[in-house]
């Protein structure tokens, strides 16, 4: 054969799912060419980025739940133990505008409910308006109920349940063309239907005004101490951020004190499930980098303050960046004075799990 100088070449044969070439052999001086064959091994896919983790347990069967976002879709995993692994896993949606989801158990049944919010950043009404739907399981999220619209106009949703009787509060910041935003809420006592839109109310102050925001940022909490007390966390136009108590089904609401995170990017809450501890935890800035800081209630505490708040750390002692700004906080029925924190770190595709045993300062990966 003649000195033919050339560089690598590649054909392939699709029946056979072979890759052919001819190279140049490094030891061959007169440039041979030398044919060869090899099994096509495909790349192994590049990870979808998940977003917006939220996890919960059951109260009764302690079961481990987490919702999360992927590919613009809900998708629900459940462990049947408080920690991962998942056992199963399906999509609660396939819409694809889906996100920041979350998720309440009502005790009495046990049915799961899934809030999310559809087509966020869409603000003129009509059939693509942002809005807050809700589907509910009652099979361990084995399937599925129809997506229902909960709040037309929502652009964030949070929801949760009374520690003494059960009944559900969902929340949410709605508005009408990106602009006049105020708090919305409904309220299902035990015994209630699920609600629908038409059992939406206005979150109002004691002066009969709308509650605004100055950021689409809140969470909602029932009181672990006293019953029919439930707690809103948030910004208020003119006020900052700040504590609210209602005593009336989450209609009229009182402002209490300053939050000790002024303004933070996203929050959540949980209560212990062995001593009623109550940890908030808060994705907040300080000096310009944005990580987890928390509080730790210990019952009888007095209320917490700045000095009171620490940075989560996990093993090695790093703090926790995330990769967007949704994450979930649960407490562990089966370990008294463990914490589950769900979350996507910073540099990672996948939603990942954590459990903490020392008041929610350090967290270990599961």
């Known amino acids: 054969m003649a000195d033919v100088r050339v560089g690598p070449y590649l054909d392939r044969d699709l029946a056979a799912d072979n890759v052919f070439g001819v190279v140049i052999s490094p030891g061959n001086p007169t440039g041979n060419l030398i044919g060869y064959s090899v099994t096509a091994v495909a790349p192994p896919p590049t990870p979808t980025q998940e977003s917006s983790p939220h996890n919960l347990v059951s ?51 046990e049915r799961t409910y899934c809030l999310w919010i559809r087509n966020r ?9 942002e809005r807050a739907m809700e589907a509910f399981s009652d099979d361990d999220g084995e399937t599925w109920s129809t997506p229902a619209v909960i709040f037309q106009g929502a652009n964030t949703v949070a929801a949760a349940v009374g520690n003494h009787d059960g009944a559900i509060f969902r929340a949410a910041y709605v508005g009408v063309n990106g602009s006049a935003f105020w708090m919305q809420g409904t309220y ?17 102050d004691v002066t009969g005004a709308r509650i605004t925001l100055q950021t689409p940022i809140f969470s909602v909490a029932s009181d672990p101490s006293i019953d029919s007390l439930w707690i809103l966390t948030c910004a208020a136009t003119g006020l900052g951020a700040g504590r609210w108590h209602s005593t009336d089904d989450c209609r009229t609401w009182q402002r209490q004190t300053d939050s000790v995170f002024p303004v933070p990017s996203a929050m959540s809450s949980a209560i212990g499930r062995h001593d ?3 940890f ?4 907040d800035t300080v000096s310009g980098a944005t990580f987890l800081r928390g509080t730790y209630q210990a019952p009888g505490d007095g209320p917490v303050s700045t000095p009171d708040i620490f940075t989560l750390l996990d ?19 089966d370990i008294a004075g463990a914490w589950l ?5 910073t540099g990672e595709k996948n939603a990942s799990d954590w459990i903490s045993t020392d008041d929610c300062r350090t967290w270990e990966r599961l």
């Open 188 to 204: 299902q006592a035990p015994g209630d239907a699920t609600p629908t839109a038409a059992d939406v109310f206005d979150l109002l």
């Open 121 to 129: 950043g869409t603000f003129p009404p009509g059939a693509n308006q």
């Open 315 to 333: 093993t090695t002692g790093a703090r926790f960046t995330l990769q967007g700004v949704a994450f979930g906080v649960d407490s562990s029925p």
């Open 59 to 109: 109260r009764r069967l302690g079961q481990y739940h987490q919702s999360k976002t992927r590919s613009g879709n809900i998708l629900y995993r459940r462990s049947d133990s408080h920690t991962p692994p998942f056992e199963f896993e399906n999509n609660v949606t396939t819409a694809g505008t889906d996100d920041y989801s979350c998720m309440v158990i009502e005790p009495a049944t």
């Open 276 to 278: 009623r501890a109550l």
């Open 341 to 345: 924190l769900t979350c996507v770190r």
């Open 280 to 283: 908030r935890c808060a994705l």
